[in-house]
């Protein structure tokens, strides 16, 4: 999942269709991101390239939509309802996932589970 | 017959016959002759003329403060300097007028009145202290108030002025570094000293216009002066001259007001510090009002040219005291307040020691030609000196009567400088070559004590930085603990969160572009150079600075997390 600066990337990314739960006045999403450009990504525990600035999950919350939908903890979501998640600042990312007009987000997700499983499935 | 007309009058007003004149370039047609000296004034008054020109160009291109500033130093030095040249000019072919027509000039006395020689005038180590009011400090509510001064030093016809330097309240006086020097000044010179200074921010109208339009109406000029710039420049490129006296075009332009003013004299030089009353001339309503403590220090030094260059040099014959018969053939040289006789004439280009040096000062007596054997020894003159009680007579003989003659009146010559340059004449005083120009130093912009604060490496963050890597690096396999608190706080705010939920503390770097530091009071205000010795007592410790709200753009040192 590393990647070269200029260079196109290329993942292998899982869709994970996200439905809102409203609570109280909120919809919510029940998982945490955490990363961006304008972070350090040293301190990222779930990326692999510690370069990586990308937007990375890093709690799900239990019983939550977002574990129901199957997102998973240190995936690194890619895109969010077509806006590309991989160059954006922290508050634009959750910006861009609590949106209070979209009930549901789709999201495009990659772990390095999927890359290996692609892999392996390739070489067999 | 002499008639007066026009031409006499030294101040050219505006719009009439003499002005007409320049711009058709008639100026420098004249139906006498120039004389050389004439020549040379005339071309340095086209040099200053030129360089004028340069000057409003260059005032109306730029763009920033402090460049508008030095724009505008050099163009009132310009315009000091042409009128002065051309009252000069004017005098001089007043004077020739005169001559011509006969008729005898006032001031001039007979023709063999004995002239002093001319000297050299240095003035150095300049400082104005300032006296701030404790107001200065509160009412500007942190922002600096920022003056540009300069000084401008006239002795006669030569205008030099010093380099314009930036003062603000942290600064307890002027100093200006430069030595300023002249040479070619007579022992009745007036040395006129203006103190010039202008608002480095924006007075007047525009100062609470917005920004927008403050630049607009800076860098444009009304309907007349608009005309007069474009005619300016226009006839800068042509034969004659631009209308001289042009006020500065520029709106919004640095306006420079005369603050104080002084005239030093002889009896100012001496070869230390003196202190020297200032007049002040600008009332405290005006926007370039500085707080003058009224006085000026300075070291005025003068070189007459009597003490530094040999004034006369021959061979002399020398009766040494007391031995009537015994006479030395030397090589006399008269220099400042010596006659130093060398054995050779070589002897004064190698530098050897003379065999002897006779002094002459104020006591000392010449006589000529008193000697018993005045028949047998002929163009003879005698030196006596009194030392204490002793009186020591040199008796010395020319080669022949035009040399005697010629000694004599050296020597005159000698004592009437002595006379004229009074205490320069008592020893040499040192005049120190001026340093080249060094640019000038440009004042960063600070803040007050409270707005810029630094937090600079020290060991101890050193080595709590590292402590917080090792730790930090421990952890990257499990997930901090502390995402616990997420699990039931919705709605949490964005990146800037408080301190409390974001327990790893932001890592205090040492910042990559140098930020400014605190400056305490008792600093030493002129060094401005950064990196200059750390003043400052180190700050204490503070952990995460920044979730205070300071957002800073400098490298990321959180990795925030957010519910969504």
Same mark, same amino acid.
């Given at each position: 999942?590393?990647?070269?600066?200029?260079?196109?990337?290329?993942?292998?990314?899982?869709?994970?269709?996200?439905?809102?739960?409203?609570?109280?006045?909120?919809?919510?999403?029940?998982?945490?991101?955490?990363?961006?450009?304008?972070?350090?990504?040293?301190?990222?525990?779930?990326?692999?390239?510690?370069?990586?600035?990308?937007?990375?999950?890093?709690?799900?919350?239990?019983?939550?939509?977002?574990?129901?939908?199957?997102?998973?903890?240190?995936?690194?979501?890619?895109?969010?309802?077509?806006?590309?998640?991989?160059?954006?600042?922290?508050?634009?990312?959750?910006?861009?996932?609590?949106?209070?007009?979209?009930?549901?987000?789709?999201?495009?997700?990659?772990?390095?589970?999927?890359?290996?499983?692609?892999?392996?499935?390739?070489?067999? | 017959?002499?008639?007066?007309?026009?031409?006499?009058?030294?101040?050219?007003?505006?719009?009439?016959?003499?002005?007409?004149?320049?711009?058709?370039?008639? =100026?420098?047609?004249?139906?006498?002759?120039?004389?050389?000296?004439?020549?040379?004034?005339?071309?340095?008054?086209?040099?200053?003329?030129?360089?004028?020109?340069?000057?409003?160009?260059?005032?109306?291109?730029?763009?920033?403060?402090?460049?508008?500033?030095?724009?505008?130093?050099?163009?009132?030095?310009?315009?000091?300097?042409?009128?002065?040249?051309?009252?000069?000019?004017?005098?001089?072919?007043?004077?020739?007028?005169?001559? /011509?027509?006969?008729?005898?000039?006032?001031?001039?006395?007979?023709?063999?009145?004995?002239?002093?020689?001319?000297?050299?005038?240095?003035?150095?180590?300049?400082?104005?202290?300032?006296?701030?009011?404790?107001?200065?400090? =509160?009412?500007?509510?942190?922002?600096?108030?920022?003056?540009?001064?300069?000084? &401008? &030093?006239?002795?006669?016809?030569?205008?030099?002025?010093?380099?314009?330097?930036?003062?603000?309240?942290?600064?307890?006086?002027?100093? =200006? #570094?430069?030595?300023?020097?002249?040479?070619?000044?007579?022992?009745?010179?007036?040395?006129?000293?203006?103190?010039?200074?202008?608002?480095?921010?924006?007075?007047?109208?525009?100062?609470?216009?917005?920004?927008?339009?403050?630049?607009?109406?800076?860098?444009?000029?009304?309907?007349?002066?608009?005309?007069?710039?474009?005619?300016?420049?226009?006839?800068?490129?042509?034969?004659?001259?631009?209308?001289?006296?042009?006020?500065?075009?520029?709106?919004?332009?640095?306006?420079?007001?005369?603050?104080?003013?002084?005239?030093?004299?002889?009896?100012?030089?001496?070869?230390?510090?003196?202190?020297?009353?200032?007049? !002040?001339?600008?009332?405290?309503?005006?926007?370039?009002?500085?707080?003058?403590?009224?006085?000026?220090?300075?070291? !005025?030094?003068?070189? $007459?040219?009597?003490?530094?260059?040999?004034?006369?040099?021959?061979?002399?014959?020398?009766?040494?005291?007391?031995?009537?018969?015994?006479?030395?053939? @030397?090589?006399?040289?008269?220099?400042?307040?010596?006659?130093?006789?060398?054995?050779?004439?070589?002897?004064?280009?190698?530098?050897?020691?003379?065999?002897?040096?006779?002094?002459?000062?104020?006591?000392?007596? @010449?006589?000529?030609?008193?000697?018993?054997?005045?028949?047998?020894?002929?163009?003879? !003159?005698?030196?006596?000196?009194?030392?204490?009680?002793?009186? @020591?007579?040199?008796?010395?003989?020319?080669?022949?009567?035009?040399?005697?003659?010629?000694?004599?009146?050296?020597?005159?010559?000698?004592?009437?400088?002595?006379?004229?340059?009074?205490?320069?004449?008592?020893?040499?005083?040192?005049?120190?070559?001026?340093? $080249?120009?060094?640019?000038? #130093?440009? !004042?960063? /912009?600070?803040?007050?004590?409270?707005?810029?604060?630094?937090?600079?490496?020290?060991?101890?963050?050193?080595?709590?930085?590292?402590?917080?890597?090792?730790?930090?690096?421990?952890?990257?396999?499990?997930?901090?603990?502390?995402?616990?608190?997420?699990?039931?706080?919705?709605?949490? $705010?964005?990146?800037?969160?408080?301190?409390?939920?974001?327990?790893?503390?932001?890592?205090?770097?040492? &910042?990559?572009?140098?930020?400014?530091?605190?400056?305490?009071?008792?600093?030493?205000?002129?060094?401005?150079?950064?990196?200059?010795?750390?003043?400052?007592?180190?700050?204490?410790?503070?952990?995460?600075?920044?979730?205070?709200?300071?957002?800073?753009?400098?490298?990321?040192?959180?990795?925030?997390?957010?519910?969504?």
């Amino acid at each position: 999942m590393s990647y070269v600066p200029g260079q196109p990337v290329t993942a292998v990314v899982q869709r994970v269709e996200i439905h809102k739960l409203r609570q109280g006045e909120n919809l919510i999403l029940g998982f945490s991101i955490g990363g961006g450009i304008d972070q350090d990504p040293s301190q990222n525990p779930f990326s692999e390239d510690k370069t990586d600035k990308g937007i990375y999950v890093t709690r799900v919350s239990e019983g939550g939509p977002a574990e129901i939908a199957g997102l998973q903890i240190g995936d690194k979501i890619m895109q969010v309802n077509g806006w590309d998640m991989t160059m954006v600042t922290h508050d634009q990312a959750r910006k861009r996932l609590t949106k209070r007009s979209e009930e549901v987000v789709r999201l495009l997700v990659t772990r390095q589970s999927l890359q290996k499983a692609v892999q392996q499935s390739m070489l067999s | 017959m002499f008639s007066r007309n026009h031409r006499s009058r030294v101040t050219v007003a505006r719009g009439s016959a003499l002005e007409m004149e320049f711009k058709r370039g008639r =100026f420098r047609l004249s139906l006498l002759s120039d004389p050389p000296e004439d020549t040379e004034l005339q071309r340095k008054l086209d040099h200053e003329i030129r360089m004028r020109e340069g000057a409003c160009k260059l005032l109306a291109a730029c763009s920033q403060r402090e460049q508008a500033l030095e724009a505008t130093k050099s163009l009132l030095v310009c315009n000091s300097r042409i009128l002065n040249y051309m009252g000069e000019l004017q005098r001089r072919k007043e004077a020739q007028v005169l001559k /011509k027509t006969g008729r005898r000039p006032s001031d001039s006395g007979p023709p063999t009145e004995r002239s002093p020689c001319r000297g050299q005038i240095c003035i150095s180590d300049l400082r104005i202290p300032l006296m701030w009011k404790d107001t200065e400090y =509160f009412k500007n509510k942190g922002d600096l108030h920022r003056w540009a001064v300069f000084l &401008l &030093l006239q002795i006669g016809e030569h205008i030099q002025d010093t380099e314009m330097i930036l003062v603000d309240w942290t600064l307890t006086d002027i100093s =200006f #570094q430069n030595n300023v020097l002249f040479a070619e000044a007579g022992p009745d010179f007036e040395l006129r000293l203006e103190l010039y200074g202008a608002c480095v921010e924006e007075e007047g109208a525009l100062a609470g216009a917005p920004k927008r339009l403050a630049t607009k109406l800076s860098s444009s000029l009304g309907r007349s002066s608009g005309r007069r710039v474009r005619a300016s420049l226009e006839t800068a490129g042509g034969s004659g001259s631009s209308p001289i006296l042009l006020p500065t075009p520029a709106v919004g332009g640095p306006r420079y007001h005369l603050l104080a003013h002084t005239t030093l004299t002889l009896a100012a030089v001496q070869d230390g510090f003196r202190t020297h009353d200032l007049t !002040l001339a600008t009332p405290e309503e005006s926007p370039a009002w500085l707080p003058l403590y009224g006085s000026m220090c300075c070291r !005025l030094v003068a070189q $007459p040219l009597c003490m530094t260059q040999p004034t006369a040099s021959g061979t002399l014959r020398v009766q040494q005291a007391g031995e009537p018969r015994d006479w030395v053939q @030397v090589h006399g040289v008269l220099k400042g307040t010596n006659l130093f006789c060398y054995r050779q004439p070589e002897d004064t280009d190698t530098g050897d020691e003379p065999l002897f040096t006779i002094a002459i000062n104020k006591e000392t007596q @010449v006589r000529a030609g008193e000697l018993d054997q005045a028949a047998s020894w002929p163009f003879t !003159l005698s030196i006596s000196n009194r030392y204490g009680e002793e009186e @020591v007579t040199h008796t010395l003989q020319a080669e022949s009567r035009g040399a005697l003659q010629s000694w004599m009146e050296a020597l005159w010559q000698l004592f009437f400088d002595m006379s004229q340059w009074k205490q320069c004449c008592d020893e040499i005083m040192k005049i120190e070559t001026p340093a $080249p120009r060094k640019p000038p #130093q440009v !004042l960063a /912009k600070q803040g007050s004590l409270y707005h810029e604060m630094a937090i600079e490496p020290l060991d101890d963050i050193a080595a709590v930085t590292d402590i917080l890597a090792q730790r930090e690096g421990a952890r990257l396999e499990t997930p901090p603990p502390w995402l616990a608190v997420f699990t039931d706080q919705p709605a949490l $705010p964005g990146p800037c969160s408080p301190a409390s939920v974001a327990p790893a503390p932001a890592r205090i770097h040492s &910042l990559p572009w140098g930020r400014p530091r605190t400056f305490s009071l008792d600093a030493v205000p002129s060094d401005h150079s950064p990196g200059a010795s750390r003043l400052v007592a180190p700050l204490p410790l503070q952990r995460s600075p920044r979730s205070r709200g300071l957002c800073s753009k400098g490298p990321p040192h959180t990795w925030l997390q957010s519910p969504v």
